[in-house]
């Protein structure tokens, strides 16, 4: 899911990818809502707030989204920048370090909000600015290493492409074409992921509150753990490698066969 | 010029943005604190005839029957926000403390009562002189009440 770079990614891990942190980001735009009534994983709706209280002159308000959106934009900032800049040395790092980040960022409202949250508005805003950052981060690291074709956190491109394609299939030249095919089943997943996440976090509200932050955390665990568990698995089946020697008597010298291992 | 440079000019205009911005405003938190007195009750779908009909002085009256019928502000004339997060709602006869908070980007009024049994307001328009607050109600078929007070 994660150590594999723009072209070089396949459709499954683009997928894997995809319906995880979409799921995920489902969870926490709902979360944020029923706690604090207010979005945090897309910011469309703030940019049209923000015009609205500019034109009302509201300057806290103004302050108050200018920042979410500021935030957003930043966290998707330092996924690229580590992506960019640690990807040569170590892939699966670059790209694990904004999820590990996303991870502190949900762990510290959820653990902030079940033990200290006197229900200030200061408090509300810092927790919602810290979803959106680590909205930001998610959002900027799936586009990023997937050469922009998961988005993950708002799904107003993804519904609009899945527009796109369901017109083209009324084509049959469109609708034999594997790589549209695969498109469409990336964007499907993302969206029902969402929803999904969207709708266990409305049910699950009520029992867990801020408690669901760590379920997403788990999520966001399970993408990291996955790579890093194949990463290892290949380490050590390599090291086990099986030589498989067949002697074979030609002419009077023996010949030594080295076969692959199984698992190479 | 270095693009650092460019990157920390961009960074620093962004954040000088947001202090300036707060340093003008006020928090929401501190406008609402002192006490509001009840002007009119506003309903989007209200039919006026019923106050002929019904011994109602006026359509405001009305409307806080019908609208308010089931909220915890039904009874109240004036409200005392209160720093400690109480909310002191008085009227003829009633008074009751409730807790308040503010929400969202301070456009949302939380009232909390009885075993945290919430009801929530839109912060319409709140300067230091007037409170406007829109809820959504249920009664008969859903409509968008207003609810606008005076500061004492």
Known sequence: ?264 | MKIWIRYIGFFTLGISLFVLLISMSNNPEHIIEGQWKELVWEYEKVDKNDTITNDYDNVSDFVKDVVGENLVIHKAESWTFKPNGKLILKGSNYSKEVNWTIKGRGNILEIKYDNNNCEHYSLTELSENKLVLNFDTDTHTRGIARLTFEKI
């Open chain 1, 1 to 264: 899911m994660l150590r594999k770079y723009s072209n070089s990614r396949s459709l499954s891990d683009n997928i894997k990818l995809g319906s995880l942190s979409a799921f995920a980001a489902g969870m926490v735009n709902i979360g944020s809502l029923l706690l604090f009534f207010s979005f945090s994983s897309n910011v469309t709706g703030h940019y049209a707030i923000l015009a609205a209280e500019i034109v009302k002159g509201n300057y806290y308000q103004i302050a108050v989204v200018f920042s979410w959106i500021f935030l957003f934009f930043f966290g998707s900032f330092v996924s690229n920048m580590f992506v960019i800049h640690i990807n040569q040395r170590n892939s699966y790092l670059a790209h694990a370090i904004p999820l590990i980040l996303e991870i502190f960022c949900l762990m510290f409202v959820g653990i902030y909000g079940e033990y200290f949250y006197k229900e200030t508005l200061v408090e509300t805003e810092y927790l919602l600015a810290l979803m959106l950052f680590a909205m930001g981060l998610q959002n900027g690291l799936t586009a990023s290493i997937s050469n922009f074709s998961v988005k993950t956190t708002h799904l107003t491109g993804t519904t609009t492409d899945l527009g796109i394609l369901f017109s083209m299939f009324t084509k049959k030249e469109y609708r034999n074409n594997e790589a549209l095919i695969g498109k469409a089943k990336l964007l499907v997943a993302i969206t029902a992921s969402y929803l999904i996440g969207a709708i266990l976090a409305g049910f699950t509200y009520v029992g867990l509150s801020f408690k669901m932050f760590y379920l997403v955390s788990l999520v966001l665990v399970v993408i990291i753990v996955y790579d890093l568990y194949k990463l290892r698995l290949k380490l050590y089946l390599r090291n086990r490698k099986l030589l498989k020697i067949n002697l074979e008597n030609v002419n009077g010298y023996v010949r030594i066969e080295k076969e692959k291992s199984i698992a190479s």
